[in-house]
């Protein structure tokens, strides 16, 4: 009696309250249908429609809309349905009555699609890692991974991509990872024996994230080259690819490689995937600096990107202007970011390039300097300093860092006069690699148009071909007899 009263004081709140369910499960039976059809109609294309529209429905889902659904798509007392009402908290007596009275207005299918008993696993799992119950998310994907291995239908194939990947997210999420990557790999075997190629990218990208999460780069690697290669079915699916394939060429000291792929990562990611575009950035940045480039200033000023890239920016001010004793600093400041990215080990590499860059600048100003001065201006801490720079020098000096000699006589170090840069092969090559830029870019967008099938073809009839062989013949004919004729 005291709901009722309160119901009929304050009547507007109530209805929008209402409302929001109704709808949120309607529309989960528009996508139930639209998966039944596709079912049906063997279309891949509804199938893919709706889980497009189960992520933008994510945020509405409660225990009752998912409890009423799987009352709705489920037949109850099955074995499907027991088990994934038990993940589900029961609802109140308020929200069963509106979901009763919503349920009345559309009647479950007739018969229960395997897409339909997979997509139901699938919201499910969705909600429970959204509600943080991640042990209870892992028990939920290893049963719908084990109901997958029955099922070998092309329809299931988008839904299943999703909980491979929630699957291995919600081990991620309780740090035990490892345990599934024998499952990842028959997996991906499975998938690969199927032709399932959206499966077999989706699972690939899991394995390359399981191996790098322990560093395990070398195996990550011998994977990757052996896994079969086709044209890339999701966006998605490809960035993440390329990301992987950038930290894996960055270990291998494969920087040139490393970078293409980085950047191409960040520039085909979402506008969206926010996090992920950062954490392309900030290996990018590393590499490049590695490469001995300077990263322009625009990088560190992306919307939403300044404050998490602002330790690479110091970083980077460190590394451009050659200062040891500020590297290190910056290397202490941020060793808790740093380690957390999992690049202090790339940053550590960059000593040498500081030290580089330092003694450039001092080659650049001064036309003859002794060694001495060299450590001091590099600040080499060490029990011999002069015999650490002359060491660092000739090093610079043989790799073409700098154009100097050293006059071992007097213990200094003599620069060279600068030419015309113009006068070199630098410009050509600088105008070669960006021309092959280009063009590799107009290539990947001709291949990625989308034409329809068969449209410069028209499908003849078998009259029409036998009526064109006829006039073929006839032709021939008469060019016989002119023949003829003209003897």
């Known amino acids: 009696m005291t709901q009722d009263v309160e119901m009929k004081d304050n009547q507007t709140p109530t209805q929008s309250v209402v ?25 891949v294309r509804r199938i893919a429609r709706a889980v497009r529209l189960t992520v933008g429905l994510r945020r509405k889902l409660t225990g009752s809309v998912i409890s009423s659904f799987l009352d709705f798509a489920l037949v109850p007392g099955s074995e499907a349905h027991t088990r994934l009402s038990s993940f589900v908290p029961k609802s109140d007596e308020h929200d069963m009555e509106v979901d009763t009275a919503s349920s009345n207005s559309q009647a479950p299918p007739k018969h229960l699609p395997a897409e339909l008993e997979i997509y139901c696993y699938f919201i499910v799992l969705l909600f429970l890692i959204d509600q943080k119950k991640y042990n209870e998310a892992k028990v939920c994907s290893t049963a719908s991974i084990a109901r997958l291995k029955s099922v ?61 999460q322990y560093n395990l780069y070398d195996q990550a690697e011998k994977l990757r080259s052996k896994a079969p290669r086709f044209e890339a079915h999701s966006n998605q699916q490809f960035c993440r690819y390329l990301f992987y394939l950038g930290k894996i060429r960055t270990i291998q000291l494969e920087y040139t490689d490393a970078k293409e792929s980085l950047l191409q990562a960040a520039r085909k990611a979402p506008v969206a ?173 001709v291949r990625a148009l989308r034409f329809p099938p068969n449209t410069h073809r028209e499908k003849e009839s078998e009259e029409k071909r036998r009526e064109m062989k006829q006039q073929e013949e006839e032709l021939a004919k008469y060019m016989a007899e002119e023949d003829d004729d003209d003897f």
């Open 19 to 43: 409302s929001a369910p109704t709808s949120t499960l309607q529309n989960l039976k528009e996508i139930a249908a639209l998966i039944d059809t596709g079912s049906y109609t063997k279309e």
């Open 273 to 445: 995937s926010l996090g992920f575009r950062i954490q392309c950035n900030k290996w990018a940045i590393i590499v490049r600096l590695l490469l001995g480039e300077i990263p322009e200033r625009s990088i560190f000023t992306q919307k939403g990107m300044e404050k998490t890239l602002r330790p690479y920016f110091e970083l980077t001010n460190a590394v451009r202007i050659g200062d040891l004793e500020l590297f290190g600093k910056i290397q202490e400041k941020f060793a808790k970011t740093f380690a957390e990215d999992r690049t202090h080990n790339l940053i550590v590499r960059l000593r040498h390039n500081v030290i580089r860059t330092g003694l450039r600048n001092i080659s650049i100003s001064y036309s003859r300097i002794s060694l001495q001065d060299v450590a001091q201006k590099l600040r080499l801490n060490s029990a011999n300093p002069v015999a650490d720079a002359e060491s660092i020098v000739a090093k610079a000096i043989r790799d073409g860092a700098i154009d100097a000699t050293i006059d071992h006589k007097n213990g200094c170090m003599v620069s060279k006069e600068t030419g015309d840069i113009y006068s070199t092969n630098e410009p050509q090559t600088a105008f070669n690699s960006r021309i092959a830029f280009c063009l590799n870019m107009h290539n990947e967008a």
């Open 152 to 212: 070998n239908r092309r329809t299931v194939d988008v839904i299943a991509s999703k909980l491979y990947f929630y699957y291995s997210l919600s081990y991620e999420l309780t740090n035990d990872l490892a345990e599934i990557r024998s499952t990842l790999l028959a997996l991906h075997h499975s998938a690969t024996l199927r032709h399932d190629e959206l499966g077999q990218e989706t699972l690939l990208n899991l394995l390359l994230r399981n191996y790098l």
